[in-house]
């Protein structure tokens, strides 16, 4: 089992910039990949970034660019820092772990934390 727990969100104007964190226990983090997803009000969750051994990243087009996701595997934690941030980047965003793929695909993610509320004010 692994216990993902996301910290970092909060409220925010448009263009100002937040970094979530998410801890991850229970099983050996630095083999896993971790993801980052966002739900908003009234839509299917989506996927944001992806990270995996070696430090390797992939990004939803939609973020390139604006967001970074890095990980510290001596903390394991997974962090997503986002810059330049849009109202219509208001969401939950929740960490994932997936113990075989490297995916955006939130079905190959065996692990996911609560979420953490981003607000973005105009």
């Known amino acids: 089992q692994v216990q993902l727990v996301e910290s970092g969100g909060g409220l925010v104007q448009a263009g100002g910039s937040l970094r979530l964190s998410c801890v991850a226990s229970g099983r050996p983090f630095s083999r896993a990949s971790m993801g980052w997803f966002r739900q908003a009000p009234g839509k299917e969750r989506e996927f944001v970034a992806t990270?995996?051994?070696?430090?390797?990243?992939f990004y939803a087009d939609s973020v390139k660019g604006r967001i970074t996701i890095s990980r510290d595997n001596t903390k394991n934690t997974v962090y997503l820092q986002m810059n330049s941030l849009k109202v219509e980047n208001t969401a939950i965003y929740y960490c994932?772990?997936?113990?075989?793929?490297?995916?955006?695909?939130?079905?190959?993610?065996?692990?996911w934390g609560q979420g953490t509320q981003v607000t973005v004010s105009s």
């Open positions: 990270t995996w051994s070696g430090g390797r990243t």
């Open positions: 994932a772990a997936s113990r075989n793929y490297v995916s955006d695909f939130a079905n190959d993610y065996d692990y």
